[in-house]
C-alpha cells in the first residue's frame, strides 16, 4: 500500500517569462494607438526591466523603499484572490490610470506638441520624454545589474503613472486579458 503524504506539496510557480511578455506586448501593439496607449506600452516595457519582468518574485535591496516596492507586495498579496476580486482590483487600476495619473502624466511629463522628444522605437511616442526620470538608483554600494536599472522618479506624477501601468499590466495578466486592455469591464 503506497503512503500518501499528510500534506500537498506546494504548487510549482512557473517563474514569468520577461522576453515572452514584451512579445504579447509586441503582439497587442495597434499603430494607430491614441496617446494613452502609446504611453502605457513604453511605460510597461521599460517598468517590466524594473522588475525582471515578475513583480511577484522580484527582491529590491533593502535600501531602495520606493512606490514600486510597495506595488510588488501589493500585487503579490493579489495572486491567490478570487477572480472577481482581481476583475476589481484591475477595474480600480484602469479607473485611476484614465482618470488620474494619465492625467497627471501627461500634463506634466510629456513634451508639448512642437517640441521633439526623444522616442526612437517602434513603441515610443514621438513626444516621449524621459525627463520625467531623475535618473537610476545606486545605494553606493556594489550593485547588481538589475539594481542599477531601478528608477529614481523626478516628479510623484511619473512615479504614480509607472506604477499604476505595472498595475493594470499584471491585474490584466492575471485575469487573463490582454495585457493592454484599458477599459473598464462592461458587466
Not at 28 to 39: C, F, G, Q, T
Not at 91 to 114: G, I, K
Not at 136 to 161: I, K, N, Q, Y
Not at 162 to 169: E, Q, T, Y
Request: glycine share 4%.
Amino acid at each position: 500500500m503506497p503512503i500518501t503524504p499528510a500534506t500537498k506539496p506546494a504548487p510549482k510557480v512557473k517563474k514569468i517569462n520577461l522576453e515572452l511578455l514584451q512579445d504579447q506586448l509586441d503582439a497587442e501593439w495597434r499603430p494607430d494607438s491614441d496617446d494613452l496607449a502609446v504611453y502605457f506600452h513604453t511605460a510597461a516595457r521599460t517598468a517590466l526591466h524594473w522588475v525582471a519582468g515578475d513583480p511577484y518574485t522580484v527582491q529590491f535591496p533593502a535600501s531602495y523603499d520606493t512606490r514600486l516596492v510597495r506595488l510588488c507586495a501589493w500585487l503579490r498579496g493579489q495572486q491567490d484572490a478570487e477572480p472577481a476580486a482581481i476583475l476589481a482590483a484591475r477595474d480600480a487600476q484602469v479607473t485611476a490610470l484614465r482618470e488620474r495619473t494619465w492625467p497627471a502624466y501627461r500634463d506634466t511629463c510629456t513634451l508639448t506638441s512642437h517640441e521633439r522628444g526623444t522616442g526612437t522605437g517602434p513603441h515610443s511616442p514621438p513626444e516621449f520624454t524621459w525627463a520625467a526620470l531623475d535618473g537610476v538608483w545606486d545605494d553606493d554600494g556594489p550593485a547588481d545589474a538589475r539594481a542599477s536599472r531601478l528608477p529614481v522618479f523626478l516628479s510623484p506624477e511619473s512615479e504614480a503613472w509607472h506604477c499604476n501601468v505595472l498595475a493594470v499590466l499584471f491585474l490584466n495578466r492575471a485575469a487573463k486579458m490582454p495585457l493592454t486592455d484599458l477599459d473598464v469591464t462592461p458587466f
